[in-house]
């Protein structure tokens, strides 16, 4: 972990109890003393194995169990990835990092797509920035798997690959860094906040903070679930526990003044500017200046992942010659740097007019690689910032306006092949929008038109393929995702779509037959256990059996073809008429993408917004302007990204009520 403190070994060597019947069996019996009840249905006795190791690790090493659990929840969710490691190189439920052996296997890269700096065409898959740092050169956050080794004589191997024994590491770990403190190995769990704010690895106090309110937050509410090996693992909540936030001061971290930062105090946020700088022969980067929300209103939040590690992201998003977002959010502990202001345009979503309307996180992550998982550090803080930012530029919490990288439509035809695909199938949106405090929910009776993708992500898995090699399974793993086909039967054809010329596969990276969690369709027609909507003009089925649902009904307005129209047109992008520029400003197609709705279909409307572009082709932000039509135009569902459609050429109604055969 960083810091300049030396932290001891523990009190009593750091022993590695292996599972052996007398050390689990007495492990079982403090099982209430320490702050976690058995799960549901099974004795202390006959707890699972996983349980059985927070307690024999809690006791070797006299750390509250309650405490340990809480951390690892918010390092992995208390999952093993079996033994992969993350995009910084952690392992385990307690995401012990040994970032040498992980980049031994795993090079930084961009590789979720492409986009040049306007975010329109190719950009190269591995930047000359980005390089692979010697292990002595890495920060020791990035090391503590190798320190646990030292602390628990337990070969690091094991560490990586052994549940039990990464989460006795932790425990090491969590032990030394109490006594680093010169605090007591106390049964307490409120004792224990400033070993947990240095157990985050953080190097300055903010970072440290909010890791350690957030484990006190898990403290409090509780916790329990199914893990990704099948483990039950609870936690009983301690709504009456006080954290002794004062040990803050003792861990002798660095302050870092956040700036003028937009986030939320809940955050630890520090301002990494992205340059806007003239270079070449009249070219600029790699961002545009803009006065939002005044001369145009925010209308999303595009959530992506970065392809790559923390340290090559940070060295992008300062290269003028290169794309831009807004923020980022760092895996290991939530650590939010801020690169574009929100009254600016960042170069991040591939669709200019997207880009104009959004703000763009990204999430340090790979996408291919669903074991290289998202931390529950990562993904709170990310919740708190975007909950921050809706609430300040009135975005509804929806999956029309927050939208991953792969619902952003492609602009023009030619451009939908290369649209984006992160943050992929593995991001979970359900436990996102809880985070967010906006579950979703069946918003209807059993005749809604609509429905809500709902899957439940532990227990849906999709077979994908490509993660590593191509053509070839992915790991098995929950999604957030259903695949939709041509029938209801799981051996008809999948879904294809037209814009990308293909022939639909399962691989990670094909979205043309995927529905995902929050977004909603018109349902066109039900059978059996299947369920049916209207998807990129079709009729798509996906399965939806009544005793475990993967969607559930909904009320809400959908678009259809005006009558007497055999179809309408679908666009990527909603912008004004020719009539509405003014002199010196180019008038910009309004292109038709491949697509139709045909006569007779029903598609979600999102929005009503109003034909909008962005003019900002030089440096100098005299000539910007924001020219405003009189054409409106509806945001839809149409497939897995969304579109537009103008409001001359539909109708819009309450959907249809649907009785299911």
């Given at each position: 972990?960083?810091?300049?403190?030396?932290?001891?070994?523990?009190?009593r060597g750091g022993r590695h109890l292996r599972r052996a019947a007398?050390?689990?069996?007495?492990?079982?019996?403090?099982?209430?003393?320490?702050?976690?009840?058995?799960?549901?249905?099974?004795?202390?006795?006959?707890?699972?194995?996983?349980?059985?190791?927070?307690?024999?690790?809690?006791?070797?090493?006299?750390?509250?169990?309650?405490?340990?659990?809480?951390?690892?929840?918010?390092?992995?969710?208390?999952?093993?990835?079996?033994?992969?490691?993350?995009?910084?190189?952690?392992?385990?439920?307690?995401?012990?990092?040994?970032?040498?052996?992980?980049?031994?296997?795993?090079?930084?890269?961009?590789?979720?797509?492409?986009?040049?700096?306007?975010?329109?065409?190719?950009?190269?898959?591995?930047?000359?920035?980005?390089?692979?740092?010697?292990?002595?050169?890495?920060?020791?956050?990035?090391?503590?798997?190798?320190?646990?080794?030292?602390?628990?004589?337990?070969?690091?191997?094991?560490?990586?690959?052994?549940?039990?024994?990464?989460?006795?590491?932790?425990?090491?770990?969590?032990?030394?860094?109490?006594?680093?403190?010169?605090?007591?190995?106390?049964?307490?769990?409120?004792?224990?906040?400033?070993?947990?704010?240095?157990?985050?690895?953080?190097?300055?106090?903010?970072?440290?903070?909010?890791?350690?309110?957030?484990?006190?937050?898990?403290?409090?509410?509780?916790?329990?679930?199914?893990?990704?090996?099948?483990?039950?693992?609870?936690?009983?909540?301690?709504?009456?526990?006080?954290?002794?936030?004062?040990?803050?001061?003792?861990?002798?971290?660095?302050?870092?003044?956040?700036?003028?930062?937009?986030?939320?105090?809940?955050?630890?946020?520090?301002?990494?500017?992205?340059?806007?700088?003239?270079?070449?022969?009249?070219?600029?980067?790699?961002?545009?200046?803009?006065?939002?929300?005044?001369?145009?209103?925010?209308?999303?939040?595009?959530?992506?992942?970065?392809?790559?590690?923390?340290?090559?992201?940070?060295?992008?998003?300062?290269?003028?010659?290169?794309?831009?977002?807004?923020?980022?959010?760092?895996?290991?502990?939530?650590?939010?740097?801020?690169?574009?202001?929100?009254?600016?345009?960042?170069?991040?979503?591939?669709?200019?007019?997207?880009?104009?309307?959004?703000?763009?996180?990204?999430?340090?992550?790979?996408?291919?690689?669903?074991?290289?998982?998202y931390t529950e550090a990562m993904y709170r803080s990310s919740a708190?910032?975007?909950?921050?930012?809706?609430?300040?530029?009135?975005?509804?919490?929806?999956?029309?306006?927050?939208?991953?990288?792969?619902?952003?439509?492609?602009?023009?035809?030619?451009?939908?092949?290369?649209?984006?695909?992160?943050?992929?199938?593995?991001?979970?949106?359900?436990?996102?929008?809880?985070?967010?405090?906006?579950?979703?929910?069946?918003?209807?009776?059993?005749?809604?038109?609509?429905?809500?993708?709902?899957?439940?992500?532990?227990?849906?898995?999709?077979?994908?393929?490509?993660?590593?090699?191509?053509?070839?399974?992915?790991?098995?793993?929950?999604?957030?995702?259903?695949?939709?086909?041509?029938?209801?039967?799981?051996?008809?054809?999948?879904?294809?779509?037209?814009?990308?010329?293909?022939?639909?596969?399962?691989?990670?990276?094909?979205?043309?037959?995927?529905?995902?969690?929050?977004?909603?369709?018109?349902?066109?027609d039900t059978w059996g256990d299947w369920t049916a909507i209207w998807?990129?003009?079709?009729?798509?089925?996906?399965?939806?059996?009544?005793?475990?649902?993967?969607?559930?009904?909904?009320?809400?307005?959908?678009?259809?073809?005006?009558?007497?129209?055999?179809?309408?047109?679908?666009?990527?992008?909603?912008?004004?008429?020719?009539?509405?520029?003014?002199?010196?400003?180019?008038?910009?197609?309004?292109?038709?993408?491949?697509?139709?709705?045909?006569?007779?279909?029903?598609?979600?409307?999102?929005?009503?917004?109003?034909?909008?572009?962005?003019?900002?082709?030089?440096?100098?932000?005299?000539?910007?302007?924001?020219?405003?039509?009189?054409?409106?135009?509806?945001?839809?569902?149409?497939?897995?990204?969304?579109?537009?459609?103008?409001?001359?050429?539909?109708?819009?109604?309450?959907?249809?009520?649907?009785?299911?055969?």
């Amino acid at each position: 972990m960083r810091g300049s403190v030396t932290e001891p070994a523990p009190t009593r060597g750091g022993r590695h109890l292996r599972r052996a019947a007398g050390a689990v069996a007495s492990a079982a019996l403090l099982l209430p003393l320490l702050g976690a009840a058995p799960p549901p249905g099974e004795t202390a006795s006959s707890a699972g194995l996983l349980q059985r190791a927070f307690a024999s690790a809690a006791t070797e090493y006299h750390v509250p169990q309650s405490v340990l659990l809480a951390v690892s929840y918010l390092q992995s969710r208390w999952d093993t990835h079996d033994g992969a490691p993350s995009v910084t190189g952690g392992y385990g439920p307690m995401h012990l990092t040994d970032a040498r052996t992980a980049l031994a296997t795993t090079t930084e890269h961009f590789a979720d797509g492409t986009e040049d700096a306007r975010g329109d065409s190719a950009r190269p898959a591995l930047h000359p920035s980005v390089k692979v740092p010697a292990n002595s050169a890495l920060p020791a956050r990035l090391k503590t798997l190798v320190r646990a080794a030292g602390l628990t004589g337990i070969p690091a191997a094991e560490l990586r690959t052994d549940p039990a024994a990464n989460v006795a590491g932790g425990a090491a770990l969590l032990a030394a860094a109490q006594q680093s403190l010169h605090q007591p190995l106390s049964a307490d769990p409120a004792e224990w906040y400033g070993a947990v704010a240095r157990f985050s690895g953080a190097d300055d106090t903010a970072t440290a903070a909010a890791y350690a309110n957030d484990v006190f937050d898990v403290l409090h509410t509780g916790e329990e679930r199914t893990t990704d090996e099948g483990q039950v693992v609870a936690l009983a909540a301690q709504p009456d526990l006080k954290a002794d936030t004062a040990q803050l001061k003792l861990t002798g971290l660095r302050t870092v003044a956040a700036d003028d930062t937009e986030c939320p105090t809940t955050v630890s946020c520090e301002w990494i500017p992205a340059p806007y700088e003239e270079f070449g022969d009249n070219d600029y980067g790699n961002h545009d200046v803009g006065d939002r929300p005044v001369s145009q209103s925010i209308k999303y939040i595009i959530i992506h992942d970065t392809e790559g590690a923390w340290d090559g992201t940070i060295n992008l998003i300062q290269d003028p010659t290169y794309v831009s977002w807004n923020y980022t959010v760092r895996s290991t502990d939530g650590l939010i740097a801020q690169h574009v202001k929100a009254k600016d345009v960042a170069w991040h979503a591939g669709n200019w007019y997207i880009n104009a309307k959004s703000i763009g996180i990204e999430h340090e992550g790979f996408l291919a690689s669903p074991d290289a998982w998202y931390t529950e550090a990562m993904y709170r803080s990310s919740a708190r910032l975007v909950k921050y930012l809706t609430a300040k530029y009135g975005i509804p919490l929806d999956r029309q306006h927050i939208l991953g990288h792969d619902n952003v439509p492609g602009p023009t035809t030619s451009t939908i092949p290369g649209m984006h695909t992160d943050p992929g199938p593995y991001w979970d949106w359900r436990h996102y929008f809880e985070l967010l405090e906006h579950p979703f929910k069946r918003t209807a009776g059993k005749k809604g038109g609509l429905v809500t993708i709902l899957p439940d992500y532990a227990t849906n898995q999709p077979t994908y393929t490509g993660c590593v090699t191509k053509g070839q399974p992915c790991a098995v793993h929950g999604s957030s995702e259903v695949r939709l086909y041509s029938d209801h039967d799981e051996s008809s054809a999948l879904i294809k779509d037209i814009g990308l010329g293909t022939t639909p596969t399962a691989d990670v990276n094909d979205i043309s037959s995927r529905a995902s969690t929050g977004q909603q369709y018109a349902v066109a027609d039900t059978w059996g256990d299947w369920t049916a909507i209207w998807y990129l003009g079709q009729k798509a089925w996906f399965k939806n059996p009544a005793k475990a649902p993967t969607a559930v009904t909904a009320a809400g307005l959908v678009v259809t073809p005006k009558a007497g129209l055999t179809s309408v047109p679908v666009y990527g992008r909603a912008y004004p008429e020719a009539a509405a520029y003014p002199s010196g400003v180019p008038a910009q197609a309004v292109s038709a993408l491949p697509y139709t709705i045909p006569a007779g279909q029903e598609y979600v409307v999102g929005d009503e917004v109003p034909g909008e572009y962005y003019y900002a082709v030089t440096f100098d932000t005299a000539s910007h302007l924001v020219v405003a039509g009189k054409d409106l135009y509806y945001e839809i569902q149409y497939g897995h990204r969304v579109a537009f459609v103008r409001a001359a050429d539909v109708t819009v109604t309450p959907a249809s009520r649907w009785v299911r055969r």
